[in-house]
């Protein structure tokens, strides 16, 4: 079955450094990976997916088959980027549907 | 970008009263939504993915007499809660795919708390 790992339920930096979140799958075929974030007293939405290769509000992630990961990384954070960030998994299931698998979600916050 | 709303945003009702949860997809029909639970400080759990026309598709341990799913339209899909007890109060959160670019957009979610 599919699964998705993220390590770090919180992870604190300050504004200006550097920010990487830590994703992992296991997912024997060929998988479709994507963020979400949460900001505060919002829904759920898209930030970006691995197929796209764009970065999203200065974010990039990088799909390493070999690593099995998907870890997302800005340069340089900034206190609006804190937020809930959910590592994603995208499967196919017989008869033509497919599902979310989501991990447990990292909070990150940006500190001045 | 496409807009899911869910209807009520909140909810309190008594053990063993049912209770009713709206999903509708604004902007675009969705053949495909999808309801989450999800637990303080925890992740999102896939409950069921509800097809316009069909019966749900239950995950494995989500009893489906509990959580009844009923997508009549392409634009909505609810969600009922039967008998509710205190184990029930969690946060439920409807997703809609939308088929021309296969993107799940999310509902804001919806607090049921039983007494």
């Known amino acids: 079955a599919q699964r998705v790992t993220q390590p770090e339920k919180l992870l604190s930096v300050f504004k200006g450094a550097p920010v990487e979140l830590k994703c992992n799958y296991s997912?024997?075929?060929?998988?479709?990976l994507f963020w979400y974030v949460q900001y505060s007293r919002q829904r759920l939405q898209l930030l970006l997916r691995?197929?796209s290769r764009e970065s999203i509000k200065g974010f990039t992630a990088d799909l390493n088959k070999g690593e099995t990961s998907f870890h997302l990384k800005k340069p340089f954070a900034q206190e609006e980027d804190s937020a809930m960030y959910y590592c994603?998994?995208?499967?196919?299931?017989?008869?033509?549907?497919?599902?979310?698998?989501f991990g447990t979600g990292t909070q990150l916050k940006v500190e001045l | 970008g496409a807009v899911v709303s869910q209807h009520p945003s909140w909810v309190i009702c008594k053990s063993g009263t049912s209770v009713k949860i709206e999903c509708r997809s604004l902007?675009?029909?969705?053949?495909?939504m999808f309801w989450y639970r999800q637990f303080p400080k925890q992740s999102l759990m896939l409950m069921a993915t509800?097809?316009?026309?069909?019966?749900?598709?239950?995950e494995q341990g989500v009893e489906k007499d509990k959580f009844l799913i009923n997508h009549a339209s392409l634009t909505l899909s609810t969600l009922t809660v039967t008998s509710a007890h205190p184990e029930d109060s969690s946060f439920y959160i409807c997703?809609?795919?939308?088929?021309?670019?296969?993107?799940?957009?999310f509902g804001p979610g919806t607090r049921l708390t039983v007494t």
């Open positions: 997703s809609a795919r939308d088929p021309m670019n296969y993107e799940q957009y």
């Open positions: 997912y024997s075929g060929s998988p479709e």
């Open positions: 691995h197929i």
């Open positions: 994603a998994l995208r499967v196919a299931f017989t008869g033509g549907g497919n599902k979310l698998t």
């Open positions: 902007d675009f029909q969705a053949t495909t």
């Open positions: 509800s097809n316009e026309g069909s019966k749900a598709t239950y």
